[in-house]
Structure formats: C-alpha cells, structure tokens
C-alpha cells in the first residue's frame, strides 16, 4: 500500500475524565492524564492547523465535562478544519444549546436503546432519559446526529429497531457507525455483563440490520471495525470500513502525545509538538513498517486483492488480542480466504 502520511483526520482526546462508567470504554483506568488547559491545548490546534488537517474530532473520556470545554471549542473555530463532536448525549440544557450554537453534526455513543440495559452498559441509572431527550433536543435545533453504536451480546439483536425508536422520536439520524464494544481500558477488569465476543453469525445478523437500515430508514449505515471481507457475503463489503490510523488518521492523547493503535492508550510514538513532527510522521520507522503491511503473513491475505482495504481484518485501532479481539476465539485466526 502506499503510504499515506498525509494526515486528514485528527482525534483530540480534551480529557479522561467521564460522567459515565462504562465497562467497555478503552479509557485507562489510571489518572495518569489531567486535563490539558486551554493554553496548553492552542499549539496543538495550531500544529494541526499548520499540517493542513481537515477534520478534528473532539471526544475523551467526554469532553464535554472538560471545565473549558466551551473556551476550547470557541478556539477551534478560529482555524481551517472542520471540527466534529463525540460524546455520550448526557449533559444539561445548558450545554445542549451550546453545542446546537457551536456544531452542525455530532456524534452521540448509544450504548442501548433498552433503558435496563443501557443503565447497565454506561454505568449509571438515570443516564439513559438524559441521552435520549438531548438527542430530541438537538436534533431540534437542527444538528445531524450520527449514532456510535458499541456492538455487544446484549445489544447486538437491536440495531435496527433503536433506529426505528429514534426516528420515531423524531431524532434527526445522519449516519450510523457501528462498532465492537471491547472490554479494555478501566472496565476490562470489572464487567458487570456478560459482553463476550461476537461470532461471525453475530456480526452477519448485524450486516444484514444495517442493509435493512440503509434500504427502509435511508440512513447510511457503516462497520467501522475491520471484519476479514473474505468471511462476509460480498453484498456487505461496502459497508465495512477498515482502521485509518497510522495511516491518513491520528489519535492524540491530552497530552498532545500521538500513537497509532487508537485503543492503546499506552503506546505512542511522539508529540504532535514536537518540532520534528511532521518528519517523524513521514518518516518513523515502525509506522514505515505498519503502513507497508509486510507484516501480514497469511499468504492468502498477501495475494488477496482486498488486502489494502482488509489489511487482514486486523484490528488497527487496537493491537491488543490478548482483550480485544473481533470474532469469537475459534474464528479469530487463521482466516479461510475464497
Ligand atoms: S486480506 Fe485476508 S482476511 Fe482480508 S479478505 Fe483477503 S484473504 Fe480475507
């Protein structure tokens, strides 16, 4: 593959802190990040600015609990790139209008549509009748809404019917993205609910809600964690998206330091201010080595043409199997290419 150093899209996690516990969030549990102070956050939005970034994302933990939340996002529309939000949907009035002022679209995680399960899933009772009024609300005030929607055994079955609910509440759905909901980070060792692992059967259920999603509620739904396109009817091909990171995308922590797996919150490479940056994005040699995709062995993946896109349904965002993994162990590897 051609290595793409160019970067189009930046994730810009304002903080780790979270109103929400969900046992399946990739943030670590340790309290080794503060909150980056706006002073500190400016060079950073200048350095993304100065690299020609056309996309910032910000998300956390929520990064709408950040104290300066409101003075970052005013900063961020000084610049070139389009800014984007990810967030829970459970804050006050207040801070919905702010955001219906300051976003045109926003992405909002939906962790159930079932209240029960949902309480479960983000950790907190209460949290679910909050989510849902601000999604009402804002999709009022004319945001598009994109859903995030963490697949797990619990929810897995429901997509398309918590489709059909928001719509019949007149929330205002832009786009559906679906993921796997992993057990990493500060819940891995503490989940309340049985999440295991999805099978292919699972995920293929999943594919065919999303078609059923595209076709009757005309929302454009996709899968943004890898699925190996050889185990999946080629129908669904489209919808499957493979992991940009390392590649045109980058995640930066709240210290401004970034790495390439999104996930592993450990692992990263440089500071984004670091005056070699740009250099050492072009030039590193581990992102070298992972851009060229040498590293996959499988000699079915090596001579398969879906090999760039597929990258061998590896999971980019995060390289730790040992927790995160996206098929049930027994059809994890080796991968029966057609
Ligand atoms: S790259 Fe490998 S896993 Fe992906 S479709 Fe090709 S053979 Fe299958």
């Not at 990810?86 to 939906?110: H, P, Q, W």
């Not at 697949?151 to 059909?164: E, R, T």
């Amino acid at each position: 593959m051609k290595p793409n150093p160019h970067i189009q899209f930046a994730v810009l996690e304002l903080t780790y802190h979270c109103n929400l516990f969900c046992p399946g969030c990739y943030v670590s549990a340790s309290n080794k990040f503060k909150s980056p102070e706006l002073r500190n956050i400016i060079p950073i939005l200048s350095t993304l600015n100065s690299l020609d970034v056309e996309n910032v994302l910000l998300c956390g933990g929520e990064p709408t609990t950040h104290p300066q939340f409101r003075e970052i996002v005013e900063e961020c529309k000084k610049y070139n790139f389009s800014i984007c939000l990810s967030t829970n949907g459970v804050f006050n009035t207040n801070m919905a209008e702010f955001i219906g002022r300051s976003f045109r679209e926003l992405d909002i995680s939906l962790r159930s549509i079932n209240e029960k399960d949902f309480s479960t899933m983000a950790g907190k009772n209460g949290a679910y009748h909050l989510m849902l009024s601000n999604m009402i609300l804002l999709s009022q005030l004319g945001l598009k809404i994109n859903i995030n929607y963490d697949l797990n055994m619990l929810n897995f079955q429901d997509v398309y019917d918590s489709m059909v609910l928001l719509k019949n509440n007149n929330v205002r759905i832009n786009k559906v993205w679906l993921q796997r909901h992993s057990a990493t980070g500060r819940g891995k060792d503490a989940v309340p609910l049985k999440l295991g692992h999805l099978s292919l059967d699972n995920y293929i259920n999943v594919l065919n809600q999303a078609n059923r999603i595209e076709k009757d509620l005309k929302i454009k739904c996709r899968f943004l964690d890898p699925i190996p396109l050889c185990l999946v009817p080629k129908q669904f091909h489209k919808m499957i998206l493979s992991d940009s990171f390392g590649f045109d995308w980058i995640i930066i922590n709240p210290d401004g330091r970034v790495r390439i797996f999104a996930m592993d919150t450990n692992e990263d490479i440089c500071s984004i201010l670091d005056t070699q940056f740009k250099s050492i994005w072009e030039t590193d040699p581990s992102l070298l080595e992972y851009r060229s995709l040498e590293w996959i062995q499988d000699p079915n993946c090596i001579r398969c043409k879906f090999l760039s896109r597929c990258k061998s349904g590896f999971i980019t965002s995060s390289p730790n199997a040992k927790y995160d993994y996206l098929l049930a162990e027994n059809q994890h590897y080796p991968f029966i290419a057609s």
